[in-house]
């Protein structure tokens, strides 16, 4: 299968998470012109990340894809400006310094072995009895975290000891993710 997304298909996806927050801010700007099929497909998971001059201001998405790419990424943008319970809703006053990233992942791989791990590839998914939590492939790199790290890190945002992972009863997944971000002005 090819995961390839050229430029004017990530401007687009970038277009449609904004324009999704603009209209439910009720800021008019014309809706993006775009009938590329990419739009239809429903071949990726979807995060939207927005930040604010570098941190974090609301991150949500699917692993799997529970939309056509257009929809699911407009749907990702609303939950990560209006329901990141860790954050509240973004405000009018916020939108113009908010920079949207877009990540879309390819299907999760069971790990078999740690050292399969690369980080800067691969985001990661673990699992145990209720608990699961996800870090995309960029966290870890934004942070310098060499593999362990990056999957006590995982285990700690599932709400897990950090150490988990080297529990049998863990599952752990691997993915990898395009990642594009709007550009600064």
């Known amino acids: 299968?090819?995961?390839?997304?050229?430029?004017?298909?990530?401007?687009?996806?970038?277009?449609?998470?904004?324009?999704?927050?603009?209209?439910?801010?009720?800021?008019?700007?014309?809706?993006?012109?775009?009938?590329?099929p990419i739009l239809d497909g429903e071949i990726y998971g979807s995060f939207?990340?927005?930040?604010i001059e570098g941190d974090m201001r609301g991150c949500i998405g699917y692993v799997e894809p529970v939309a056509p790419l257009g929809e699911q990424v407009r749907l990702c943008a609303l939950s990560?400006?209006?329901?990141?319970?860790?954050?509240?809703?973004?405000?009018?006053?916020?939108?113009?310094?908010?920079t949207i990233e877009v990540s879309l992942?390819?299907?999760?791989?069971?790990?078999?072995?740690?050292?399969?791990?690369?980080v800067g590839r691969d985001g990661l998914i673990v699992y145990n009895g209720g608990f699961h939590g996800l870090l995309l492939?960029?966290?870890?790199?934004?942070?310098?975290?060499?593999?362990?790290t990056f999957l006590s890190q995982t285990c700690w945002?599932?709400?897990?000891?950090?150490?988990?992972?080297?529990?049998?009863?863990t599952v752990v997944k691997r993915f990898e993710s395009i990642v594009f971000r709007e550009e600064a002005e």
Do not use: S
């Open 1 to 36: 299968m090819n995961h390839d997304v050229n430029m004017d298909q990530k401007r687009l996806l970038l277009a449609l998470a904004r324009h999704a927050i603009c209209d439910h801010l009720g800021i008019p700007v014309p809706r993006p012109e775009g009938n590329d």
């Open 48 to 51: 939207v990340t927005l930040e």
């Open 80 to 98: 990560a400006a209006f329901q990141d319970p860790r954050f509240v809703p973004l405000g009018r006053n916020e939108l113009e310094r908010v």
């Open 105 to 118: 992942l390819m299907p999760p791989v069971d790990v078999t072995a740690f050292d399969e791990i690369q």
């Open 137 to 148: 492939p960029q966290v870890a790199v934004e942070y310098g975290w060499d593999r362990d």
């Open 157 to 169: 945002k599932a709400g897990l000891p950090q150490d988990a992972w080297k529990d049998p009863e």
